[in-house]
């Protein structure tokens, strides 16, 4: 709880993946990946509930084991490779309302911390804005990308980049990390997004936004 406001963290971890077998209960370091996300959700001085949605048996009883709550599980639809992200969120919570705020926690991203979390949470409550997710800075810059002409001549990605002679002078560009999302559960049921032009961002440095999509991001933390 911050303030009187109440706070959902939800694990979403369906079985399949297309880009590493069984990703979220591989094992990193010691322990399956999903634990990272747990053990740290558990630090959380902010987090009243947390929770797993999965319709998977075995990630369901990893879950419970590392101290994560299991209150129900993911219809099988809603567990589809063409599932859109928001939905299992909304179904969470359907399953489980009266939260003020919901925080999306993935566990492809292993090394955010609690204060990473409580941190992303504070701004969104202490801002007034309907939602904040976690960013980190661009190292390739678009303003220096260009895209071929069929003959592969070159063609500024961006044409207002060409203003700028020095990369020290262009602006700070950040990209979504997907380590935690943080809105408020009204505007995220009836917006069906927690990206928009209201959206604040809450910046984490490059070395804890790993996003593990693939067996090499797996080996690099590992």
Request: glycine share 8%; aromatic share 6%; with cysteine.
């Amino acid at each position: 709880m911050i303030g009187e406001r109440k706070v959902l963290g939800l694990i979403p971890a369906r079985g399949g993946s297309k880009g590493v077998a069984r990703k979220n209960i591989r094992e990193v370091r010691g322990k399956p990946l999903i634990a990272w996300t747990i053990e740290e959700a558990r630090r959380s001085i902010y987090l009243d509930r947390l929770v797993l949605s999965s319709e998977d048996t075995e990630i369901m009883e990893i879950a419970r084991s590392f101290g994560c709550e299991v209150p129900f599980r993911r219809p099988e639809e809603l567990a589809a490779d063409d599932t859109p992200g928001i939905d299992p969120v909304l179904h969470a919570l359907r399953e489980l309302p009266g939260f003020d705020y919901v925080a999306l926690l993935q566990p492809t991203s292993p090394l955010r911390t609690a204060e990473d979390i409580d941190g992303c949470i504070e701004r969104c409550v202490a801002s007034g804005a309907p939602a904040c997710v976690s960013v980190t800075e661009c190292t390739e810059h678009p303003y220096l990308m260009y895209v071929p002409t069929k003959d592969m001549r070159l063609r500024p990605l961006i044409p207002d980049g060409a203003q700028f002679s020095r990369r020290q002078d262009m602006p700070r560009i950040f990209r979504l990390n997907g380590a935690v999302y943080v809105a408020e559960t009204g505007w995220l049921a009836h917006g069906r997004t927690f990206v928009t032009a209201e959206t604040l961002g809450y910046e984490m440095p490059a070395e804890r936004s790993v996003d593990i999509d693939n067996e090499e991001d797996l080996r690099a933390i590992s």
